[in-house]
């Protein structure tokens, strides 16, 4: 049981390349999120996936993308990265009816923009 | 809206000292909350969570927390800490926003362990 996996672990980019970060789950969990952490901002919600082929914005959702490819894939595309997006990114998944949304996190891709 | 608020972004203590973490948070309905911890280069494990069946909660390698509902405050604690310890941690309440339910997350809070 992997859990939550996520590739790249690392990446760097130049302003303006695109890329997608990949995120995938083995829990059968309905609910997936993508985040990013910055510091002392804590972490803030991008885009999430309530169910497969549902898609909704989060707190900061601009310049990114997302694709929930089937239950368990849940993608985050950057299409022109800018030097704003260099952070790290987490992808998380929980139970959709659970009432507490305990979610359970990958071990997060640190992205440079350069 | 729900919101959390951690009280000092950085916090040390010696080996052996009392941990005490700080949370407050803001809701207008009874709150789910939770503490998740960060160790370097990783991602956010649980700690511990609030459901309401219990004020003190007991989590993993020995840290609870206890929920003041009049001080609308969910403090995590630990006795003795030990090296092992030393980690970014931090607080969360769960919210229902949108089509799903979301965890909105504090500022986080590192704490250090001095030998």
């Known amino acids: 049981n992997a859990g939550v996996t996520q590739t790249p672990k690392f990446q760097v980019l130049k302003t303006g390349q695109s890329m997608t970060l990949q995120c995938a789950q083995d829990?059968?969990?309905?609910?997936m999120y993508w985040y990013r952490q910055d510091p002392g901002m804590g972490l803030r919600l991008i885009y999430y996936?309530?169910?497969?082929?549902?898609?909704d914005k989060g707190e900061v959702p601009n310049g990114y993308n997302v694709s929930r490819l089937n239950k368990r894939e849940f993608s985050l595309r950057l299409e022109s990265a800018a030097p704003s997006q260099t952070s790290v990114y987490f992808c998380?998944?929980?139970?959709?009816?659970?009432?507490?949304?305990?979610?359970?996190f990958g071990p997060g891709t640190r992205l440079t923009v350069l | 809206a729900q919101s959390v608020t951690q009280l000092g972004s950085h916090v040390s203590v010696s080996e052996g000292a009392l941990v005490l973490l700080r949370c407050n948070y803001s809701?207008?309905?009874?709150?789910?909350l939770f503490w998740y911890v960060q160790y370097p280069n990783q991602g956010l494990q649980l700690l511990l969570k609030?459901?309401?069946?219990?004020?003190l909660v007991k989590g993993i390698n020995g840290f609870e927390a206890e929920f003041k509902k009049s001080e609308t405050s969910f403090h995590l604690t630990k006795p003795s800490a030990h090296m092992s310890d030393a980690a970014e941690y931090f607080c969360?309440?769960?919210?229902?926003?949108?089509?799903?339910?979301?965890?909105?997350f504090g500022s986080g809070t590192q704490l250090t362990v001095l030998p």
């Open positions: 998380a998944s929980s139970e959709a009816d659970g009432r507490y949304n305990e979610q359970f």
């Open positions: 829990m059968n969990h309905n609910s």
């Open positions: 996936s309530a169910s497969e082929g549902t898609t």
């Open positions: 809701s207008s309905v009874p709150p789910y």
């Open positions: 609030y459901t309401s069946a219990a004020t």
């Open positions: 969360a309440v769960s919210a229902f926003s949108g089509s799903a339910r979301q965890l909105t």
